[in-house]
C-alpha cells in the first residue's frame, strides 16, 4: 500500500507539469478557432441572408396592388354574383356555384386549365390541385403561386382565415386546416409528392366559384 503512493504522487506532479502546458495548448487553439472558423461561417452567413432577404423582396414585388380605381373600373363587368362575393365578402350557395364568365362550368369542374380572379385575371389556382372535398365548393390544396394568395383574418367569421386576391384584394374564400382525403393522399403519394407512412396535413382553400375565372390550359399562359 505504501509504495504506491510515490507513484501517485509521482502522477501527480507529472500531470501538474504537464497541464499548464496542455492548458496553454488548449487556450492557443481556443483563441484561434474563432478567427480561423468563423470568418467563413460569418461570410456564409451573411451571403445566405442577402439572398433570403433578396427572394422574399422580389417575391413581395411580384403582386403588385391594384388601386382603387383599377378595382372600380374592372368591377364594372362582374355579374352581381361575383361582385357580392369579390368585393362584398358575401358566399354562394354550396352545389350552386359557376365560374365567373361562363355558361356551365360548375363547381365540380375536372377540365385542365388554371383558375383566375373574376376581377383582375391574377392566376390563383389551378386544376392539378384542385380536389373533391364534399363541401359543394371548389376547393383546393394549393395556389396556383402562393404569393398570389393572400391570407387575413376573417373580418366576418371570428376564427375562421379569409383568403383574397393579392393583386385585387378581392374576397375568395376561406382557409382550412385539414387532413387530405385517401383518394388525394393516395394520388400525391402514388407521385412522390408526400408519404404513405406521414399523415399529410394541408391547406384546404374553400372558394367561391363566382371568385374566379376558369382558363383552359391552352390560353393560361396569357395570364398575368
Ligand atoms: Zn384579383
Known amino acids: 500500500m505504501h509504495d504506491t503512493m510515490p507513484m501517485r504522487i509521482g502522477n501527480r506532479a507529472l500531470l501538474g507539469c504537464l497541464l499548464p502546458s496542455l492548458n496553454r495548448r488548449a487556450?492557443?487553439?481556443?483563441?484561434q478557432r474563432p478567427s480561423q472558423a468563423s470568418r467563413p461561417t460569418l461570410v456564409m452567413l451573411c451571403i445566405f441572408l442577402l439572398v433570403v432577404a433578396i427572394s422574399v423582396w422580389a417575391r413581395a414585388e411580384a403582386v403588385q396592388r391594384w388601386s382603387a380605381d383599377q378595382i372600380a373600373a374592372a368591377a364594372v363587368a362582374l355579374s352581381p354574383i361575383s361582385r357580392q362575393v369579390l368585393l362584398e365578402g358575401q358566399t354562394e350557395p354550396s352545389y350552386s356555384g359557376r365560374f365567373a364568365g361562363t355558361a356551365g362550368e360548375r363547381y365540380n369542374l375536372k377540365d385542365d386549365g388554371v383558375y383566375a380572379c373574376a376581377l383582375c385575371a391574377l392566376p390563383l389556382?389551378?386544376?392539378?390541385?384542385?380536389f373533391v372535398s364534399g363541401t359543394g365548393w371548389p376547393s383546393?390544396?394549393?395556389?396556383?403561386?402562393r404569393v398570389h394568395v393572400s391570407h387575413v383574418i376573417s373580418r366576418s367569421t371570428p376564427g375562421h382565415t379569409e383568403v383574397v386576391c393579392s393583386r385585387c384584394g378581392g374576397h375568395l374564400g376561406h382557409a382550412f386546416p385539414d387532413r387530405a382525403p385517401p383518394a388525394l393522399a393516395r394520388k400525391l403519394a402514388d407521385?412522390?409528392?408526400?408519404?404513405?407512412?406521414e399523415p399529410f396535413c394541408f391547406t384546404r382553400h374553400c372558394v367561391n366559384a363566382a371568385a374566379l375565372r376558369f382558363v383552359p390550359r391552352a390560353a393560361a399562359s396569357s395570364l398575368r
Open 27 to 31: 487556450q492557443s487553439r481556443c483563441r
Open 125 to 130: 389556382y389551378d386544376s392539378e390541385h384542385k
Open 140 to 145: 383546393f390544396y394549393d395556389a396556383y403561386d
Open 191 to 197: 407521385e412522390g409528392k408526400t408519404s404513405y407512412l
